[in-house]
């Protein structure tokens, strides 16, 4: 291999490299904005839940709505996770619609709130998990760039001391 190539491979493999990595830090910006969106959404609907459990108004329920439709977007239905949790949604906001029973309702409205809880965490910790771990492009793409980058420099000392 020509000394002239060395330079640009090492160049091309840094180049290669910090765009990756500028790409992936994004997208782990982005996946922490929607985690945090996701954790205040279920919060305040749990928290509207258990409010409509002794008294509802019709602007309550709206609320509670709005936080369901926005968390049901946030969802990735081809997910098991995500299906577990919107039935969860699902479950909660018909049994607020349709029981009058206080005591009942208010029983009732707190499992179902506890078990959107429990469905958010397990999404949070896997999302939480790939934002650590990273993207497998982003893995697959810095090994590569990392092994050009050690074979060029590699290259280069020997021709230097053999050179």
């Known amino acids: 291999m020509s000394d002239k190539l060395i330079g640009p ?3 091309a493999s840094v180049a290669v490299l910090g765009m990756v990595v500028a790409k992936e830090s994004k997208i782990s910006e982005l996946r922490q904005q929607w985690i945090d969106g996701l954790r205040s959404d279920v919060a305040k609907l749990v928290s509207l839940a258990l409010q409509i459990a002794t008294v509802s108004t019709a602007q309550e329920l709206r609320d509670a709505n709005e936080c369901i439709m926005r968390i049901q977007l946030r969802l990735n239905m081809k997910e098991q996770e995500s299906i577990d949790l919107n039935t969860a949604l ?3 906001q018909n049994h607020a619609k349709l029981n009058n029973d206080t005591l009942l309702k ?5 499992a179902l709130a506890n078990d ?3 469905k958010t965490q397990v999404i ?3 999302e939480w998990k ?9 893995i697959v793409v810095l090994i590569i760039a990392s092994i050009s980058l050690l074979f060029s420099i590699g290259l280069l000392l020997y021709r230097w001391l053999h050179g």
């Open 9 to 11: 491979i090492i160049g």
């Open 116 to 118: 959107v809880i429990h």
């Open 130 to 138: 790939r934002v650590k771990r990273g993207e497998w492009r982003y």
């Open 106 to 110: 208010n029983q009732t409205l707190q």
């Open 90 to 92: 699902n479950s909660l």
């Open 124 to 126: 949070l910790k896997n």
